[in-house]
């Protein structure tokens, strides 16, 4: 079921957003090389709780942790560990955050440390994938537009897009209808409405877009050993077009 927000609803997402957004910022500032995931994953424990919000994926269909950090091959719902991260390196750190009940779900993708070409390129192109696929998150649109953008942009850049994992709708439950695609063919799906909330997450990977899911039942990583990215906003549509809440 796909549930439309009100003003108020949308306004409390948008409070819980900005937290996400803040908290992001810390942890830019706090990836460096000898940093661990482990390390991060707390300091966002430690900064919502300051400001009166929750991780809401910990708990979350079992999953143990604050935040999903996926290193490098990891596609997403990496574990957060204790091996330091190392110059070079790229890592994803997704969370969702709950504010007052009101969900926002953010990832960001970072570099640690100088990082070669090729992975600048993997991030400068993913991150600009989210924004095309935002761009068509308009009243009357489809929900295939979306997809449509990003896949029509990243692959003829030699990068692929990730199927098995796709943007959805959000609050008051973290997964909610309708899912978004970060591929196919434009003017198909769902028309978009004003008042709903989803989330656009295109995980872009350098070489192949299968992926392999890990023993432990929850981290997916490239299937061929490459590099994975992964840029993540949550948005309401809006009669003045999309409004991104994960946003500061
Ligand atoms: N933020 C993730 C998403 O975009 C949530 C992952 S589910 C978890 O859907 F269980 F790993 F937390
Ligand atoms: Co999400």
């Given at each position: 079921?796909?549930?439309?927000?009100?003003?108020?609803?949308?306004?409390?997402?948008?409070?819980?957003?900005?937290?996400?957004?803040?908290?992001?910022?810390?942890?830019?500032?706090?990836i460096?090389p000898?940093?661990?995931?482990?390390?991060?994953?707390?300091?966002?424990?430690?900064?919502?709780?300051?400001?009166?919000?929750?991780?809401?994926?910990?708990?979350?269909?079992?999953?143990?942790?604050?935040?999903?950090?996926?290193?490098?091959?990891?596609?997403?719902?990496?574990?957060?560990?204790?091996?330091?991260l190392?110059e070079?390196d790229?890592v994803?750190?997704?969370?969702?955050?709950?504010?007052?009940?009101?969900?926002?779900?953010?990832?960001?993708?970072?570099a640690v440390g100088?990082?070669?070409?090729?992975?600048?390129?993997?991030?400068?192109?993913?991150?600009?994938?989210?924004?095309?696929?935002?761009?068509?998150?308009?009243?009357?649109?489809?929900?295939?537009?979306?997809?449509?953008?990003?896949?029509?942009?990243?692959?003829?850049?030699?990068?692929?897009?990730?199927?098995?994992?796709?943007?959805?709708?959000?609050?008051?439950?973290?997964?909610?209808?309708?899912?978004?695609?970060?591929?196919?063919?434009?003017?198909?799906?769902?028309?978009?409405?004003?008042?709903?909330?989803?989330?656009?997450?295109?995980?872009?990977?350098?070489?192949?877009?299968?992926?392999?899911?890990?023993?432990?039942?929850?981290?997916?990583?490239?299937?061929?050993?490459?590099?994975?990215?992964?840029?993540?906003?949550?948005?309401?549509?809006?009669?003045?077009?999309?409004?991104?809440?994960?946003?500061?």
């Amino acid at each position: 079921m796909i549930t439309l927000k009100t003003e108020r609803e949308i306004q409390l997402m948008h409070e819980a957003g900005k937290l996400l957004a803040a908290c992001h910022k810390e942890i830019a500032n706090l990836i460096k090389p000898g940093i661990t995931t482990t390390e991060i994953d707390q300091f966002v424990e430690e900064f919502l709780a300051e400001h009166g919000a929750t991780p809401e994926q910990k708990g979350y269909k079992g999953y143990k942790y604050a935040t999903c950090a996926s290193v490098n091959d990891e596609i997403c719902h990496g574990f957060p560990r204790k091996t330091p991260l190392k110059e070079g390196d790229l890592v994803t750190i997704d969370m969702v955050v709950n504010l007052n009940g009101a969900l926002a779900d953010s990832a960001w993708s970072y570099a640690v440390g100088e990082i070669s070409e090729k992975t600048k390129t993997l991030l400068e192109v993913t991150k600009n994938a989210l924004y095309k696929g935002i761009e068509q998150a308009v009243i009357g649109n489809r929900i295939g537009d979306i997809g449509h953008a990003i896949q029509s942009y990243v692959e003829p850049q030699g990068l692929s897009v990730v199927r098995e994992f796709t943007g959805h709708g959000i609050g008051p439950t973290l997964h909610e209808a309708p899912q978004i695609l970060h591929y196919g063919p434009a003017g198909k799906g769902l028309r978009l409405k004003e008042g709903m909330v989803i989330t656009i997450e295109p995980m872009v990977n350098e070489g192949v877009w299968q992926s392999k899911m890990d023993n432990n039942g929850w981290t997916a990583r490239t299937m061929d050993g490459k590099r994975s990215a992964q840029y993540e906003h949550t948005l309401a549509i809006t009669k003045d077009g999309p409004l991104i809440l994960t946003e500061q």
